[in-house]
């Protein structure tokens, strides 16, 4: 009897521009057997992310890149199958860097290892607003931009999941937001469904002049997804000691070729007297158990909201992650890698 196989995407080879058909390759490698103090996780979700295209260029950034033929990292969700470890009992949802494939071997490997679902959390909530996106918007708006009541701030990239969030923690913690998006669809939903106070669409407005409607004496922060033009823009409407923080370069497509070039009116930082601040979420450890317990008290109460955006099964991994640099995302872009017990017990 043939051993039973499952599928796993490796990179192939490295992309000069967008994510391609040959990027990646497909294989089918058999289950292995497992020792002591590991456990079979079947692979249900996985969240794409925009950083993963920086992976996927040879030169390190704030970690290092993929090799070629190694398996796609990412986030994930999935179900313990099989166990020979206690503390991943079978049936138990996980979360963690399950990578692009169908199953994955885990160990219980602390904050960067697999982990345990927290009682009571839909798993598929742990790569959105308990994941990467949730936790960036809310260091980001917290802990870098200080955001407070009377703030007046701006979001680009607002309709992303990272965007959409901190619009609404922003404007939960007092401020006023304006946020950025490319399509009269993704202007409505972060408007209707969001509840920022207002959005312009950068493809067809006229942005200055939003932002200076928007904001008359200035913009005292913003939370840059996109960088390029929108954040010159930016830059053009600061108040005196306004904030920056730059979480992202969407614009850019984060080739090989670059993460975008510097803002040609970088000085309006020096004539606003500002600060602009690059992070990374993990910088922040020590701050995650407050971040998951003020979001879980946010989304409890309803205060939070956030889109999907579904591709269906491992093979479209490599399209879903092309999606976000062509706009064609609102909110989180998932993969739905199986349809077994895919709501928790």
């Known amino acids: 009897m043939p051993a039973r196989t499952f599928r796993q995407l490796v990179l ?5 521009g967008g994510i391609t058909p ?50 796609m990292r990412g986030s994930g969700v999935g179900r313990v199958v099989a166990s020979r470890n206690e503390t991943l009992p079978e049936g138990q949802w996980v979360y963690g860097d399950l990578g692009w494939r169908e199953y994955v071997v885990a160990r219980d490997g602390g904050l960067f290892g697999v982990n345990p679902v927290p009682e009571g959390v839909d798993p598929r909530h742990m ?27 701006l979001v680009t990239g607002a309709a992303g999941s990272v965007g959409s969030l901190a619009g609404q923690i922003a404007r939960l913690l007092g401020a006023r937001v304006i946020g950025t998006a490319g399509s009269a669809e993704k202007v409505a939903w972060v408007t209707d469904v969001a509840r920022f106070d207002a959005c312009t ?45 730059l979480c992202g370069s969407i614009s850019s497509g984060y080739t090989a070729a670059g993460y975008g070039t510097g803002p040609a009116n970088y000085m309006q930082l020096a004539f606003r007297r500002a600060r602009m601040e690059g992070f990374i979420f993990t910088d922040y450890l020590p701050h995650f158990p407050e ?14 909201r956030w889109a ?18 062509d706009g064609a995302n609102l909110g989180k872009q998932l993969v739905q890698v199986s349809s077994a017990g895919t709501e928790a017990d």
Not at 312 to 323: C, E, I, K, W
């Open 12 to 16: 192939r080879e490295r992309p000069t």
């Open 22 to 71: 040959g990027t990646f390759e497909e294989q089918s490698v058999p289950f292995p057997a497992l020792d002591d103090g590991e456990a079979l996780v079947e692979v249900v979700w996985l969240g794409i992310d925009a950083t993963q295209r920086t992976w996927l260029n040879p030169g390190t950034t704030y970690t290092a890149p993929m090799g070629v033929g190694e398996v």
């Open 127 to 153: 790569l959105t607003v308990f994941g990467v996106s949730g936790l960036t918007a809310f260091i980001g708006m917290t802990h870098v931009l200080d955001v407070a009541d009377g703030d007046t701030v």
């Open 201 to 245: 669409n950068y493809r067809t407005d006229n942005v200055p002049d939003a932002l200076s409607e928007f904001a008359p004496d200035g913009l005292t922060a913003v939370f840059d997804n996109v960088g390029g033009v929108l954040l010159e823009h930016a830059l053009d409407r600061l108040a005196v000691r306004a904030r920056i923080a």
């Open 291 to 304: 971040a998951f317990k003020r979001l879980t008290g946010w989304v409890s109460a309803g205060e939070l």
């Open 308 to 325: 999907e955006d579904i591709a269906d099964g491992l093979r479209n991994a490599p399209t879903a992650l092309q999606r976000l640099f």
